[in-house]
Structures are given as C-alpha cells and as structure tokens.
C-alpha cells in the first residue's frame, strides 16, 4: 500500500531496533510468553509476532540498506514498512512452534508446509498484497528447497517469511530467516541472525547452500 508522507509521519513505527531487541529480552527468553500469544503492554502485537516482524526487518535492512521497520496493527498481525519508498504490507502469522500439551507437529520441512497450507486454505483473496510470516522452532534438519517446490505458484501471498530458531543458550541465540517469493523462480533467500546473550547487538550473515 502506498502512502504519503504525511500519512507516513502519523504511524507508531519501531525507530530504534537496539531499543527494540533490549525490550523483546524477557519475551524471547521466557517461551511461555511465545505461545500463549497475548499481546504485548503497550504495542497491539502477539510477542511472537513482533519477534519476528524484528528478526525479517533487521535482515531487509542487512540485504536492501533502506530504513525498513514495522509497525503495529490492531486489526491484523503487523504491517512492514519501508520508509524510503512510502509503502507499508501487511503481515499475517502463523505458529509452528513446540508448545507443551499442544499437538505434536512433525519435524523436517513438513512443520513449515503444513503451517503454511492452513493459510492457504483461506483462499487467493485473503492472501491477496500480504505477507506471510511461519514462526517455528523444532524442525531439526529441513531442505528449504523442499518447501519452496511445495508452496510454488500455490500460496497466493506476495512473499512467504519462514522464521526458524536455530540454536538458543547462556551466549545467544540464532534464527534463520528464509524468503520465498514466486519471482524468485528455483531460488530463495536465506540469512542467519545471531543475539548475542545480553540481547545488545546481533550479526547477519547469508547462507549459501
């Protein structure tokens, strides 16, 4: 969606993503507070939400070097917002993530297509000018190539966003942020994000496989 500059300067926008990640901490670190899916005091978005809309725009920036943040949405799961161009998307998430006494979900590259193939299910207009966003954790060894084949020429959105936790311990923790879009043809994008353990600072590096 475009916008002006003066609707633009109107929008509850993540300025500062140091300040951000510091607030994120407690939330990231306690996964209860992933799960129950609760909004955050102050920010009308799911913590998992809000995680992972920082996690996809701190590698935007990394790739496209545009200041591209996101902001809240009281009606839906978040919109990205690239402030140079004046264009806001809207997000919508879904959940792939270990919850104790939730369903068993397989691992592999099948938790994220079945994620996937439940907003799918809601149909062509529905995914219409969005962006879908899987948060997950627990899938184990996965080939990215394997869900792209899948979810090819089929999901409707303008990208799809897979987010998945790595690794996670007292130094850090490590997401992988995977983007698939139908232009990209046989290809998609991938990039790591590594915390440091005081939630301070993070490096980005592509993966090449």
Known sequence: MQLSKEQLEKLKLIKDFKIALKDLELVVKNPAHLWNGRDMQNFS???????ANWLICVVLRYMHKRDITFMEDDKG??????????????????SALNIPKGKKLPSGEQRVIDAIDLKIAKGIEYAKDKLLVVFFDGAGEFYRNKIRE??????????VF????LDSNESGYSYSVTEFRDSFGVQSVTHKVEINGDFTDWKISQVIR
């Open 162 to 165: 897979c987010v998945g936790l």
């Open 45 to 51: 978005l799911r913590p998992r939400e809000a995680w």
């Open 150 to 159: 899948n979810i090819f020429g089929r999901h409707g959105f303008e990208a």
């Open 77 to 94: 799961d978040g919109f990205i917002v690239d402030k140079e161009r004046i264009v806001i998307v809207p997000t919508e998430h879904v």
